[in-house]
């Protein structure tokens, strides 16, 4: 087992890919698919984790009303969720 804070997302999606199919394998012994189970909802965690802090950093490009390019930085809102943010981001 890979340490949370060590594990890249790549790492952490396939072992969640390994984990799903020996779990419809249907092949682990019911305290095994258990101990799978929790271990898949671990990595799933962390996947997302990973997900909302790369979001946090996604950067995009407007333009802005002299014509010029302007770099920015996706920021959420904390009330808010990360897809209704970067709409009103983007319109």
């Known amino acids: 087992m890979v340490d ?3 594990i ?3 790492e952490a999606i396939r072992e969640l890919e390994d984990i799903a199919e020996k779990l419809e394998r249907g092949t682990l012994s019911l305290e095994d ?3 799978a189970y929790e ?3 671990e990595l799933k965690k962390i996947c997302s984790e ?3 802090d790369a979001e946090a950093k996604i950067e995009f ?3 802005a009303p002299n014509g010029e390019v302007v770099k920015s930085t996706v920021k959420k809102k904390k009330d808010e969720s990360p897809s209704k943010q970067a ?3 983007l319109f």
């Open 4 to 6: 949370k804070k060590t």
């Open 87 to 89: 709409e009103e981001d």
């Open 33 to 35: 698919s258990i101990k």
């Open 50 to 52: 990973r997900l909302v």
């Open 61 to 63: 490009l407007t333009k």
């Open 39 to 41: 271990r898949g909802m």
């Open 8 to 10: 890249s997302f790549e």
